[in-house]
């Protein structure tokens, strides 16, 4: 989508793109051969391997399809692609062995010091090659100049972020707008050239290369106009919705059988995302149940003689698009509340027993929702689940309340991290955990949840909100 607006198209451009796609392919065949090769293995399925990761990796390891996206993208960011799809071609990998019964074949030597070996030189030929298409690409081409019909917090954003990055080799020229300077009230670093009505005669003497319409959509006819002012020019034109005026959720762009849509409130967990997301938590939750069943016996005998009831306490929550789920937790409350009137813990609050004071305040009680997380309601980061009986209550009171229901539900989250933890006893404290919920969808990535992994486990001792 972005590339036109950088580069006009290039035999050159096709090159590096092509030998970007077949890269990952020739480095994964080269580092498992020579594996074979060091420690003097041969096996019969040696040939069959070096095609299945051949193809393996022309299908899920693949760089961004526009060359603008890896010359903008942080180095962090393209490192953390290439581990989570190599993760993923592994997985891939073992899933198949397994179902074929072939993983008896493979030497174990081998095919674990390639899994490690391989990555750490897809990451130093992805750097490379990003730093030589940054080079190259930079001296290669000129800087393009680009105009903005309509001036508004979208339009100044983007100007803003084209200034900040010059890899996108976007000269801002100024804004066109039919509003007087007093009205526009622009900012210091914002230049206004005319009114929309000059903008075609300008672009034509200037040689104008891209043109950012920004104009709200409740002015089509002027778009329109404009639009067809323009068809004298050989500027490339694109669109620009004014976002700031949604509170927009994993907002994207694409298209519905040729059709164009933005996605205004959607989940982050498509595609890989999705997979990763799911593979991470069955990871991750299967080793902390081995790491910590001697304590979950422990804990759940203290339950038992503590007081009676059950060990488990189940209560229906909202879980993903709101649909009911059973959640569970050690009892530590001599009642097991869940009905449509929940009074929620607080501090002293006669109801907790002495053992269950302790695993609320180190969240022990919270560790039998990992089996939450195995059948595939919960999610280890997400936003917490609430009781049915507080939804209900918050949903009618809080905008935009539902939406953290747009993913999994989670043990943790950042809200959490972030304080929000016990008794909501004001609308204040809950529309805190809510707007960390949503803040959550709407910047969700891989080291998003690690980092709050890490942080839940640094807190979780010191949070005297836990009771």
Not at 6 to 21: D, E, N, P, R, T
Not at 265 to 275: A, D, I, K, Q, S
Not at 379 to 393: D, F, I, K, T, Y
Request: hydrophobic letters at 45%; one cysteine or more.
């Amino acid at each position: 989508m972005t590339q036109p607006v950088l580069f006009k198209q290039s035999f050159l451009i096709a090159i590096m793109a092509g030998a970007q796609a077949v890269l990952p392919a020739v480095v994964a065949v080269a580092t498992l051969y020579a594996t074979i090769t060091l420690f003097g293995q041969v096996f019969d399925r040696s040939s069959e391997s070096i095609v299945i990761v051949a193809v393996l990796c022309l299908v899920l390891i693949q760089p961004p399809r526009e060359v603008s996206t890896q010359l903008t993208s942080a180095r962090v960011t393209a490192v953390a692609d290439v581990i989570i799809r190599w993760l993923l071609l592994l997985a891939v990998l073992l899933a198949v062995g397994y179902v074929t019964k072939s993983l008896v074949d493979y030497p174990r030597r081998v095919f674990l010091t390639w899994a490690v070996v391989t990555p750490l030189a897809l990451i130093g030929v992805t750097l490379l090659m990003q730093e030589l298409m940054h080079r190259f690409l930079m001296k290669a081409f000129d800087n393009r100049s680009a105009i903005f019909a309509g001036y508004n917090n979208s339009s100044l954003e983007l100007a803003r972020r084209l200034k900040n990055n010059p890899a996108m080799r976007l000269q801002v020229s100024g804004f066109f707008d039919d509003r007087s300077l007093d009205r526009l009230a622009m900012e210091a670093d914002a230049k206004f050239i005319g009114t929309l009505s000059n903008l075609s005669a300008y672009v034509k003497e200037h040689g104008t290369d891209v043109i950012f319409i920004a104009l709200p959509i409740r002015h089509l006819k002027r778009v329109m106009d404009l639009l067809d002012d323009l068809r004298d020019t050989t500027a490339s034109i694109y669109y620009v919705p004014d976002i700031f005026v949604f509170d927009l959720i994993q907002a994207r762009s694409g298209e519905i059988h040729g059709i164009p849509v933005v996605a205004m409130c959607e989940t982050p967990f498509y595609g890989y995302r999705g997979v990763t997301k799911r593979l991470t938590d069955v990871g991750l939750s299967l080793v902390i149940l081995l790491l910590f069943l001697p304590l979950l016996l422990v804990v759940a005998i203290l339950v038992k003689i503590s007081s009676p009831g059950p060990v488990i306490f189940r209560q229906r929550r909202y879980g993903l698009d709101g649909q009911e789920i059973a959640v569970y937790k050690f009892r530590t409350m001599k009642v097991t509340e869940d009905g449509e009137q929940i009074r929620q813990a607080s501090k002293s609050d006669s109801r907790i027993t002495p053992i269950g004071s302790v695993l609320r305040r180190t969240s022990l009680d919270e560790l039998p929702q990992l089996l939450n997380v195995l059948q595939g309601r919960m999610s280890l980061v997400g936003p917490r689940p609430h009781a049915v009986a507080h939804n209900e209550e918050y949903r009618k009171l809080i905008k935009g309340y539902m939406t953290r229901h747009k993913v999994l539900p989670g043990i943790t989250g950042l809200a959490q991290v972030n304080g929000c933890r016990g008794e909501t006893s004001q609308l204040e404290d809950m529309q805190a955990r809510v707007n960390y919920d949503l803040d959550y969808l709407r910047h969700w990535t891989p080291m998003l949840d690690l980092k709050i992994i890490l942080l839940t486990a640094i807190k979780v001792f010191r949070d005297d909100k836990a009771y």
